[in-house]
């Protein structure tokens, strides 16, 4: 199967600022990565696929890069709806591996 | 907007059985591959099982391989997850997911609000 790492595990930070999680996959999976963004007590909500489209109705400041092993989440100016764990998840095989999250708190 | 509703989560000792539902609603139900995830307490994400749209393909975790089985009836746009052999370990929130396009694999574009299972003596 193939492996999913994320990083940092933790992210303290501050309304404004500009943060970057990173996503990096055991053997290359194209640009076949998703990211998510979930709240204590709801389900995940799909932000970005194909390791850069957004998704309609998701707010501009979030972005995504990268392919083959690497990838980047970035949030542009994080505003307070933002605090929240982060996950990616590759789909280039049918076992959608996903990153082990990333907590994005209030510093 | 898509719709789905999971149920039949609960308490069960070691060994039961259990059997999920998701109802669909709001799209055409039949063209997406659905999939089961779920998430232990605390825990990260898991992808348990997908089913293909019309039901002919599917694929299973291997800690769950032998003991779920995952079924769709199209014409109730309800997606099912049978649980058999139920252990500790399979203690978590149970989502089900649409999958963003028609192919499979894919993204999960819209997710249920879950349902708990706990596995408890």
């Known amino acids: ?107 | 907007e898509v719709q789905l509703l999971e149920s039949g989560g609960g308490l069960v000792q070691p060994g039961g059985s259990l059997r999920l539902s998701c109802a669909a609603s709001e799209f055409t139900f039949g063209r997406y591959a659905m999939s089961w995830l779920r998430q232990a307490p605390g825990k990260g994400l898991e992808c348990v099982s997908t089913v293909s749209g019309s039901g002919g393909s599917s694929y299973y975790t291997d800690s769950v391989k032998g003991r779920f089985t995952i079924s769709r009836d199209n014409s109730k746009n309800t997606l099912y997850l049978q649980m058999n052999s139920l252990r500790v370990e399979d203690t978590a929130i149970y989502y089900c997911a649409k999958l963003l396009a028609f192919s499979n694999p894919d993204a999960f574009d819209f997710w249920g609000q879950g349902t708990m299972v706990a596995v408890s003596s």
């Open chain 1, 1 to 107: 199967d193939i492996q999913m790492t994320q990083s940092p595990s933790t992210l303290s930070a501050s309304v404004g600022d500009r943060v970057t999680i990173t996503c990096r996959a055991s053997q290359s999976i194209s640009t076949w990565l998703a990211w998510y963004q979930q709240k204590p007590g709801t389900a995940p909500k799909l932000l970005i696929y194909k390791a850069s489209s957004l998704r309609n109705g998701v707010p501009s400041r979030f972005s995504g890069t990268g392919s083959g092993t690497e990838f980047t989440l970035t949030i542009s100016s994080l505003q307070p709806d933002d605090f929240a764990t982060y996950y990616c998840q590759q789909y280039d095989s049918p076992s959608y591996g996903f990153g082990q999250g990333t907590k994005l708190e209030i510093k």
